[in-house]
């Protein structure tokens, strides 16, 4: 059910740079398979609205109503700002909605929302069975035997499935038997269900299949649900004594799946709180709020005195990230205090060097992890009340340390000064051909070791290494510095924009002229959905990390993995086009700090402008701040907030000043399996039915070859990987016909699973 959500939620995902939100995603079921399911969904999704009669209460109802609906006009119809609607449309085929003339006349205030929504379908275009959302390597993955008597005992058992536990399916062929075992005798199930909902599951369950339960609560649970009552059950699962303890396990592996359950334990908690702490609601909750508490106070201690408590509390509150409240979502601080932990830990460390490199390298090794700890620890909590906790934590633990920081590196820049214009040739800065450049605006060196890390998890094999940011720290200084066309920019007066000019002209580099600069060195100029010609050279542009913080400020924490994931599909979208390396650069980092970072004055009368941690100084005025040559012309001087200090009040987000976390910037370069196997190509693919023969030039007998829809992720995998013999041919079989016609990657892998050469292909032959 869980990974069901998820990939309903993923439909609606898009690039904020290049389009905009979907007005809804449609899910079109035209065999009405996933019905059966759908009034647990529409419990766990607040978004869900589905085709049927006029039910307004399950959020049910005609084409029109659901029409009017969606454009925000049914006052009784709230769905959340930022979230996109799913429709679901029983016994609709996407086909029905595609052709116009022929769609029934019921279903046409529909058609128009293909075009402003999206449709949630597989990768071939066709809508998601029950089957296919099984099998597919895009959903769960699991083998699965293609025969009608599976498929009918699969939907029969849909409502068991949804909430079985993924592990439990995994690692054997699913086959009729083991969908019809999903409605034979299990009694913990049972007895969540029946616990769950007692009238739903009496009225569903046949008079002998009552019996049976009842007979085997009293043999085995010593129980009689009739006599007893829930209550009494609820009591007996949270006293979790005897053989109740497996029906707490089997509650405790899939919580989500039986929601009343957990009122049901409220109710029953016995005074003695000794009994069981764990098992009963309001023990957590007293425990989140005593944590609440205790965090808030740290606002005002010392760091010293803050990672003390830190520690003491994690002993206190660490085992209930192991309750079952905790997989529910109902332990955030405790979720957080994890995090501020390993802050406590890695902040105590000293920091610091003896020079700008010392203690860049210091922060690259392991002094960013006290940032990624810091937004890890905010992006565990939703509410504002555990919000102001956590700030009133870092305001004790992280500001310090930012304050050090940053103070260290500025007194280090007034004997050895940040780089200017021109310190790397343009060599350095380019690409050779087949190789693509993606800027990524505000990639923060620790939120770049997110992705490097996601990238390792694939078998990408990422290079990561670190530059200076030019200063200010802004992107119209930085996105040109770490172009591959630096020769041709100059700098002339940083203006009230701090942007440079064209050396040739001298005009001032706009975003369009930028742009001819690359086009006139040999870069392709592509937009984020463009994959372009991977033999040439290419730039290209992606993520909004820098607009989100300035968004959304102290809670940008909450998005960053977001962020990070749609970084990462570039990356895979940019080397399955088959360009031979990708290298990912970024203008500037960002301080961030919850609560507001520390103001100090800068008079307007002094400055050409004022920005939140620079300013451009008007001629002949002395300002009472550090000033630094600006990036682009030594000549020029540019005023810089001290420490981690804001000329604006209230900021908890900015950028364009020196610290650590602004100025020492992530390149990461990623290069094709192809280009990293060396010697290993693929000559040749041919297809006989869903038969694929591989020819594979350079292969030893320690690879394998494999069909996936994405190169560096072994969960898209279409088929078993095959041994390569003597010669250098395999044999991939696919037993999924739906796959026909859709877009794949045959891959070579060596010993270790990484891939080390690729090939596009289309299931089934062209």
């Known amino acids: 059910m869980e990974q069901l959500i998820r990939s309903l939620r993923a439909g609606a995902r898009y690039n904020r740079n290049d389009a905009d939100a979907p ?38 109802g005609p084409a029109i109503w659901l029409r009017t609906a969606l454009e925000g006009h049914l006052p009784d119809v709230e769905i959340a700002e930022g979230i996109t609607p799913v429709v679901y449309l029983p016994s609709v085929s996407r086909q029905t909605l595609r052709t116009v003339e022929e769609c029934p006349d019921s279903l046409k205030p529909l058609v128009e929302l293909q075009y402003r929504g999206t449709c949630w379908t597989q990768r071939n275009g066709k809508d998601w069975t029950v089957e296919a959302f099984l099998a597919s390597a895009d959903s769960l993955a699991l083998d699965v035997r293609r025969d009608a008597a599976t498929r009918t005992a699969m939907l029969g058992a849909l409502p068991q499935l949804a909430i079985e536990p993924i592990a439990n399916l995994k690692g054997k062929r699913l086959e009729r038997e083991d969908f019809d075992r999903l409605l034979s005798e299990d009694l913990p199930r049972d007895v969540l269900e029946w616990l769950n909902d007692a009238a739903a599951s009496r009225s569903a369950w046949s008079v002998s299949r009552w019996s049976a339960f009842r007979s085997r609560c009293s043999q085995e649970l010593a129980f009689d649900p009739e006599e007893d009552g829930e209550l009494v059950g609820a009591g007996r699962l949270g006293a979790r004594m005897g053989q109740w303890d497996p029906v707490w396990t089997r509650f405790a592996e899939s919580p989500a799946s039986y929601q009343n359950v957990e009122h049901l334990l409220r109710r029953a908690k016995p005074k003695d709180l000794l009994a069981g702490q764990s098992s009963w609601p309001q023990s957590n909750e007293s425990k989140e709020d005593e944590l609440r508490q205790r965090l808030s106070s740290l606002q005002t201690t010392s760091q010293g005195d803050a990672i003390a408590e830190v520690r003491k509390l994690e002993e206190i509150h660490g085992q209930r990230r192991g309750w079952v409240w905790s997989k529910l979502g109902r332990a955030p601080l405790a ?114 070791q997110r992705l490097t890390a996601r990238m390792r998890e694939k078998g990408m094999g990422p290079k990561s290494s670190w530059c200076w940011a030019g200063l200010p720290t802004v992107t119209a200084t930085g996105k040109p510095a770490v172009s591959p066309v630096t020769e041709m920019i100059t700098g002339k007066s940083p203006g009230d924009g701090f942007t440079p000019a064209m050396v040739e002209g001298g005009k001032t580099l706009t975003t369009d002229r930028f742009r001819r600069l690359l086009a006139n060195a040999g870069y392709q100029v592509l937009s984020p959905e ?169 292969a030893d007998q320690t690879l394998r070859v494999q069909l996936r829809t994405k190169v560096s992720d072994p969960a898209s995998a279409l088929c078993e990987s095959r041994g390569i013999d003597d010669i250098g041919n395999a044999s991939l079989l696919l037993e999924d016909e739906d796959q026909e016609g859709s877009s794949a990657v045959v891959v070579v892998l060596d010993a270790s699973g990484a891939a080390v050469a690729q090939e596009a292909t289309i299931v089934g032959g062209e």
């Open 23 to 60: 007005a809804a995603v449609l899910w079109t079921d035209p065999n009405s398979q996933w019905q059966p399911i759908a009034g647990e969904l529409r419990q766990r999704m607040p978004e869900l609205l589905t085709l049927g009669d006029y039910l307004p209460e399950t959020r049910t």
């Open 335 to 448: 979720q957080a205090l994890r995090h501020l932990s390993r802050l406590a830990d890695v902040a105590s460390r000293p920091f610091g060097g003896a020079s700008i490199g010392e203690l860049a390298e210091q922060y690259t090794v392991t002094g960013y992890e006290v940032d990624e700890a810091a937004l890890a620890s905010v992006a565990a909590v939703r509410s504002n009340a555990d919000f102001s906790a956590v700030s009133g934590a870092l305001a004790a633990l992280y500001q310090p340390w930012l304050e050090h920081a940053a103070n260290r590196l500025q007194a280090l820049a007034e004997e050895t000064p940040i780089p200017c214009a021109h310190s790397a040739s343009t060599a350095e800065l380019g690409v050779d051909p087949g190789g693509v450049i993606l800027f990524a605006d505000g990639l923060r060196f620790d939120v770049s």
């Open 530 to 698: 463009e994959t372009g010609d991977p033999s040439k050279r290419g730039w290209t542009e992606d993520g909004s990390l820098d607009k989100r913080g300035h968004e959304r400020k102290g809670r940008l924490a909450g998005h960053i993995e977001e962020e990070v994931e749609l970084l990462l599909e570039r990356v895979e979208t940019l080397l399955a086009a088959g360009w031979q390396e990708v290298r990912v650069v970024t203008d500037h980092g960002w301080l961030w700090l919850p609560g507001g970072l520390p103001k100090v004055s800068l008079p307007h009368y002094l400055t050409e402008s004022r920005w939140a941690r620079c300013a451009a100084v008007k001629e002949d005025s002395k300002v009472e701040v550090p000033t630094t040559p600006w990036y682009w012309n030594e000549a020029e001087r540019v005023a810089l907030a001290p420490g981690i200090a804001c000329f604006k009040s209230g900021e908890e987000y900015a950028h364009g000043g020196l610290s650590p976390q602004e100025s020492i910037v992530p390149v990461i370069t990623v290069a094709s399996p192809a280009a990293a196997g060396g010697d290993v190509t693929i000559k040749a693919i041919s297809w006989r039915g869903l038969r694929c023969g591989v020819l594979v030039e350079g």
